[in-house]
């Protein structure tokens, strides 16, 4: 059965500009923490992941392609700001 998680957290890759995102994090009865891989197969499987954007609205995340390689995206994502970097660091 498919579940819906809130995220509230990320963790980057590392310092350099394209600024990647090595996994998502959130709270439910514990913290949570999952890597992208993860996290994309969880939500081809069926599960939701959603956060709050940088002006206050509830927005999925889902999985895009570009150049074969598989990324996450919340649905009002532009270009900038980023919605999943704009949250805080993990523990």
């Known amino acids: 059965m498919a579940e819906t998680f809130q995220v509230n957290c990320h963790k980057p890759d590392n310092d350099d500009p394209d600024r990647r995102i090595q996994g998502l994090g959130g709270k439910g009865s514990t913290q949570w923490y999952r890597t992208i891989d993860q996290l994309i197969s969880l939500i081809e499987g069926g599960d939701k992941f ?42």
Not at 65 to 82: A, C, H, Q, V, W
């Open 50 to 91: 959603w956060t709050v954007d940088t002006k206050g609205n509830s927005v999925w995340i889902n999985v895009h392609t570009r150049n074969g390689r598989k990324y996450l995206k919340t649905d009002s994502d532009g270009i900038e700001p980023n919605n999943l970097l704009a949250l805080p660091r993990c523990p």
